[in-house]
Structures are given as C-alpha cells and as structure tokens.
C-alpha cells in the first residue's frame, strides 16, 4: 500500500533560531506586530510503498534519523496518510 | 488571545524540486528503496495575539503572503491552534 509521510523538522527549542529571528524581525517591520517567537524548520512530504502502516511508520521514521534530521540540533514528527 | 500558527510553504506541484530529487536518491543508496517522491518546503511555527480565531488567521495569512511564501513557486496552508 502507499502512505504520504509529512515531516516536520524544527531546531530544538534549546537552540536559538537565527533564521526565525530574522523573519520575527521583518514581520514586525511589516507591521505585523502581533506575530512573535517564529521559528522555521525543513517540511518533508514523501511516499513509501509498504505491507502496513506499522512498516510505513518504520521506514519514515529511518529516513529520519539517519538522513532527514540532524538529532543534534533538530527534532522531528510526521504524520501518515494513505494514498 | 495567544494563537500557535502551523505553517507549510511547499513548492509547487507543477515545479521541479531539484533538493527533494537529491534527498531521494541518497534514501534510495541508504536502502530505502521504499521510498518516492520527496519534496521539500518549510515549515514555520510562530504565535499569533489576537482578539479571536479569525483575526489570527487573517494576520497568519497576511504574514505567508507578504513575506512566508513566494507565491510564483510556493504554496502555503496552516492550521491554527489556541495557546
């Protein structure tokens, strides 16, 4: 069966955000004030052919620790979907 | 009220995706032969202050239009969630 996997990958909270800073920045010199604490991460959407949901499951979460997130800095969730 | 803003800026269907074609091949040399067409887009969390749902999302929407998303190659949802 097919699933579509949608990952997020977000820097740790621990970690600052140089990149969410920036654009929190330029919200508020657009004038949109109301915005705060931004923070901007990587949104994967791929499809994986397998038996079940638990096997899908199995192989998004590989692709994520051994090439999608970097776990020292960055944490990952993902949902499935079938189709 | 606090507003949590879930946002995916994604490439567009009709456009190529030369990062999620390299994250690809190199799952497909990891063994994850499973595994197809990966694109590869943001995703931004940011906190909205808003006096109700609908002012959040116009401020969210504002803000993937003005600065988020680049809509000649990028499409952008979100969902918002309260707190």
Known sequence: MKYTAHINVM???????????????????????NVNDVRIGKHISLHVEAAGKDEAEKITREACKRLL???????????????
Chains 1, 2 share one sequence.
Request: net charge negative.
């Open 11 to 33: 820097p740790l909270k621990e970690l600052l955000d140089p990149q969410g800073k920036a654009v929190n920045n330029s919200l508020h010199n657009l004038g949109l004030t």
């Open 69 to 83: 997130a970097n776990q020292v800095m960055e944490s990952f969730d993902f949902t499935l979907t079938e189709g």
